[in-house]
């Protein structure tokens, strides 16, 4: 089982930046595929970004590309995001995801979520 704590979400200008954090409970961090994922109000939720299991690799979506870094840091079990020039958007709220295969962008291939933070970027 793996549990996923999300923190720093928070109300942003536009152009603004946030770093959030996933911490996880589970001993076998380092074997897991990590994910960022949003939802914002009437859609559907989308990958944000991923990132394999050494860090080494990591995917993004194309709106996100260059503004958001996703990275690891397996010694303390917890992945970031880090969003710099947001815009309006951007506002959703964001999940980690845990143990999904590396490359995808479907929900239904990531095993654990969490409860989810939200992020507001206001002009």
């Known amino acids: 089982q793996v549990q996923l704590v999300e923190s720093g979400g928070g109300l942003v200008l536009t152009g603004g930046s946030l770093r959030l954090s996933c911490a996880a409970s589970?001993?076998?961090?380092?074997?897991?595929?990590m994910g960022w994922f949003r939802q914002a109000p009437r859609k559907e939720r989308e990958l944000v970004a991923g990132i394999s299991r050494r860090g080494d690799n990591t995917y993004y979506a194309d709106s996100v590309k260059n503004r958001f870094t996703i990275s690891r840091d397996n010694a303390k079990n917890t992945v970031y995001l880090q969003m710099n020039s947001l815009k309006s958007e951007d506002t959703a709220v964001y999940y980690c995801?845990?143990?999904?295969?590396?490359?995808?962008?479907?929900?239904?291939?990531?095993?654990?979520w969490g409860q989810g933070t939200q992020v507001t970027v206001s002009s």
């Open positions: 589970v001993r076998t961090f380092s074997n897991l595929v």
């Open positions: 995801a845990a143990d999904g295969r590396y490359g995808t962008r479907l929900t239904r291939e990531y095993d654990y």
